[in-house]
């Protein structure tokens, strides 16, 4: 059976399936269709559409034409639509159902938002139109900045970085620029072991040394071991918070005390701020630098169809260091600030990050969201983050192992292990098993300081009735792996594919189509 380094299983294992229903004669299985490749549907001998004969023309590629075939199938209009209808339907989204990852949360997007973003004065604009015709964005992206600046309690904000990932690039880069700026070179990022998993890969992109910060056992920093590591090398500390074992750091105003007494500055990764909006500011916690992902706590998709938004916040201290361009109130218009035009007020900014400022759609639809909430309307999205995921904590404690559920309330996430689960049977089992009961799997794996972990982020916007019908499907499963039902071990059976080897779809993906006929011909 092939490992993978963390020791689970990856290979399917064979069971009877005994208990199937038998195989159609079209491969259907009801209103889930079987769909071939766009290349098996079509003929390269016919097309949908009729066109009138090419005029015949020198080529002036020489030997370099193509006179024969590329193979592309020709298709009429209904073949294509019904082609690609199929393949949506085989797409989990959030429209269909709850969405239970954990590290990479999908929320309801309100349609109202994606109006909004579909305004003609918002979705035709272009980056290069003069700033005189497009004041209204202006002001839609400064006034989103300014709530953003509100809510977190920080001096100002970033706007353009595209992603979180992209965010905790922004916030290393201004770090990085103002210890330089003082002429303090500093080499190393300390990084706890709860903190996401793109954190320690930013540091390292940006030249830094990486060194973990183990945790206690109740799930959060070290912070006698933190405190100890902390010297004149260190840079920064980037910490997640709320962490990825789904709880609160309680001492993090003492953790920016020690870190900004040995010199360095604290970049808190803000990809679970949803749990906390409205309640807590992070720059009363002493935080320098922290990204924002739009996605997840102001409901704007991922990416949207393009880049998607990462702002980051930043504390007076590195405002000066900010990245360009960003947009400024000058009287009564606003001005999108580039190189050309920053002069001796923004002389320190270590740059820009893209071409253009950002994307206008996530913006807009940011923007809505906090307005169709307000002040009290935000504060309940924390409140029902937090609600939701430990109702889901509490009502499956009692059959998965939930490794710190004794470590107080989760905010965000509710964290469970494969403890207690059969000989044999592991989390993969029942993640592949949720597939059949309907739901997306939730994150498997992570964090890493949980063997077999389960984490699962229900998010504000679920109703209590789709959280028990979640619940009952993970309980079923659980139930059935610490009973040793077999069965499971060969789930999912009712999805359009059946479970893969993962080391092997991973390792050797084969993404290319070659015609049988063609091939044997070669040969």
């Given at each position: 059976?092939?490992?993978?380094?963390?020791?689970?299983?990856?290979?399917?294992?064979?069971?009877?399936?005994?208990?199937?229903?038998?195989?159609?004669?079209?491969g259907?299985?009801?209103?889930?269709?079987?769909?071939?490749?766009?290349?098996?549907?079509?003929?390269?001998?016919?097309?949908?559409?009729?066109?009138?004969?090419?005029?015949?023309?020198?080529?002036?590629?020489?030997?370099?034409?193509?006179?024969?075939?590329?193979?592309?199938?020709?298709?009429?209009?209904?073949?294509?639509?019904?082609?690609?209808?199929?393949?949506?339907?085989?797409?989990?989204?959030?429209?269909?159902?709850?969405?239970?990852?954990?590290?990479?949360?999908?929320?309801?997007?309100?349609r109202?938002?994606?109006?909004?973003?579909?305004?003609?004065?918002?979705?035709?604009?272009?980056?290069?139109?003069?700033?005189?015709?497009?004041?209204?964005?202006?002001?839609?992206?400064?006034?989103?900045?300014?709530?953003?600046?509100?809510?977190t309690?920080?001096?100002?904000?970033?706007m353009?970085?595209?992603?979180?990932?992209?965010?905790?690039?922004?916030?290393?880069?201004a770090?990085?620029?103002?210890?330089?700026?003082?002429?303090?070179?500093?080499?190393?990022?300390?990084?706890?072991?709860?903190?996401?998993?793109?954190?320690?890969?930013?540091?390292?992109?940006?030249?830094?040394?990486?060194?973990?910060?183990?945790?206690?056992?109740?799930?959060?920093?070290d912070l006698?071991?933190?405190?100890?590591?902390?010297?004149?090398?260190?840079?920064?500390?980037?910490?997640?918070?709320?962490?990825?074992?789904?709880?609160?750091?309680?001492?993090?105003?003492?953790?920016?005390?020690?870190?900004?007494?040995?010199g360095?500055?604290?970049?808190?990764?803000?990809?679970?701020?949803?749990?906390?909006?409205?309640?807590?500011?992070?720059?009363?916690?002493?935080?320098?630098?922290?990204?924002?992902?739009?996605?997840?706590?102001?409901?704007?998709?991922?990416?949207?169809?393009?880049?998607?938004?990462?702002?980051?916040?930043?504390?007076?201290?590195?405002?000066?260091?900010?990245?360009?361009?960003?947009?400024?109130?000058?009287g009564?218009?606003?001005?999108?600030?580039?190189?050309?035009?920053a002069?001796?007020?923004?002389?320190?900014?270590?740059?820009?990050?893209?071409?253009?400022?950002?994307?206008?759609?996530?913006?807009?639809?940011?923007?809505?969201?906090?307005?169709?909430?307000?002040?009290?309307?935000?504060?309940?999205?924390?409140?029902?983050?937090?609600?939701?995921?430990?109702?889901?904590?509490?009502?499956?404690?009692?059959?998965?192992?939930?490794?710190?559920?004794?470590?107080?309330?989760?905010?965000?996430?509710?964290?469970?292990?494969?403890?207690?689960l059969?000989?044999?049977?592991?989390?993969?089992?029942?993640?592949?098993?949720?597939?059949?009961?309907?739901?997306?799997?939730?994150?498997?794996?992570?964090?890493?300081v949980?063997?077999?972990?389960?984490?699962?982020?229900?998010?504000?916007?679920?109703?209590?009735?789709?959280?028990?019908?979640?619940?009952?499907?993970?309980?079923?499963?659980?139930?059935?792996a610490?009973?040793?039902?077999?069965?499971?071990?060969?789930?999912?059976?009712?999805?359009?594919?059946?479970?893969?080897?993962?080391?092997?779809?991973?390792?050797?993906?084969?993404?290319?189509?070659?015609?049988?006929?063609?091939?044997?011909?070669?040969?």
């Amino acid at each position: 059976m092939s490992m993978l380094k963390e020791g689970r299983p990856t290979t399917p294992v064979p069971v009877k399936e005994a208990h199937m229903a038998p195989q159609t004669a079209t491969g259907n299985r009801a209103l889930m269709l079987e769909e071939a490749l766009i290349f098996e549907i079509g003929s390269t001998d016919t097309t949908g559409v009729d066109f009138a004969a090419a005029p015949q023309v020198v080529s002036r590629l020489g030997s370099l034409a193509r006179t024969d075939s590329i193979g592309l199938p020709g298709l009429s209009e209904q073949e294509t639509v019904r082609h690609y209808t199929r393949l949506s339907r085989q797409n989990y989204a959030i429209d269909l159902g709850l969405f239970p990852l954990g590290s990479c949360t999908m929320k309801h997007n309100p349609r109202l938002n994606e109006k909004v973003a579909r305004m003609p004065g918002f979705a035709d604009i272009h980056p290069l139109q003069p700033q005189s015709t497009v004041q209204g964005a202006l002001a839609v992206i400064h006034e989103l900045a300014a709530w953003l600046v509100t809510l977190t309690g920080m001096h100002s904000v970033a706007m353009s970085p595209k992603a979180g990932a992209h965010g905790e690039l922004c916030g290393l880069l201004a770090i990085r620029a103002a210890l330089e700026a003082r002429g303090d070179a500093r080499s190393v990022v300390l990084v706890p072991e709860s903190a996401h998993g793109t954190n320690p890969a930013t540091a390292a992109f940006c030249g830094y040394k990486v060194e973990d910060i183990p945790a206690t056992a109740e799930g959060r920093v070290d912070l006698e071991a933190l405190k100890a590591r902390l010297g004149p090398d260190v840079a920064a500390v980037m910490i997640t918070n709320p962490n990825t074992c789904g709880l609160f750091e309680r001492d993090m105003k003492t953790i920016s005390d020690a870190v900004h007494a040995a010199g360095a500055f604290v970049y808190c990764d803000g990809a679970n701020f949803n749990a906390i909006v409205g309640r807590v500011r992070p720059g009363d916690l002493g935080v320098d630098a922290m990204h924002i992902n739009l996605h997840k706590t102001f409901s704007t998709p991922h990416g949207g169809g393009g880049p998607g938004s990462g702002p980051v916040v930043l504390s007076e201290a590195l405002t000066p260091f900010a990245p360009l361009p960003f947009v400024e109130k000058q009287g009564d218009s606003f001005a999108l600030v580039e190189e050309e035009t920053a002069e001796d007020h923004h002389a320190q900014t270590f740059g820009r990050m893209v071409a253009f400022h950002g994307q206008m759609g996530m913006f807009t639809r940011a923007l809505t969201y906090i307005l169709s909430h307000g002040a009290d309307g935000l504060r309940q999205v924390a409140n029902d983050a937090v609600l939701n995921a430990n109702y889901i904590l509490r009502s499956l404690d009692d059959v998965l192992d939930a490794p710190f559920g004794g470590s107080g309330p989760c905010m965000h996430e509710a964290l469970f292990s494969d403890k207690g689960l059969a000989e044999g049977f592991t989390t993969l089992d029942i993640a592949k098993g949720l597939i059949d009961e309907g739901f997306h799997p939730m994150t498997m794996y992570f964090p890493l300081v949980v063997h077999g972990a389960m984490l699962v982020e229900p998010t504000e916007t679920e109703s209590k009735a789709a959280l028990d019908q979640f619940i009952l499907a993970l309980r079923s499963l659980a139930e059935r792996a610490k009973a040793g039902d077999e069965a499971l071990k060969g789930a999912p059976y009712h999805a359009p594919r059946r479970r893969l080897d993962e080391t092997l779809a991973a390792r050797k993906p084969i993404l290319t189509w070659t015609d049988s006929a063609l091939a044997i011909a070669a040969e």
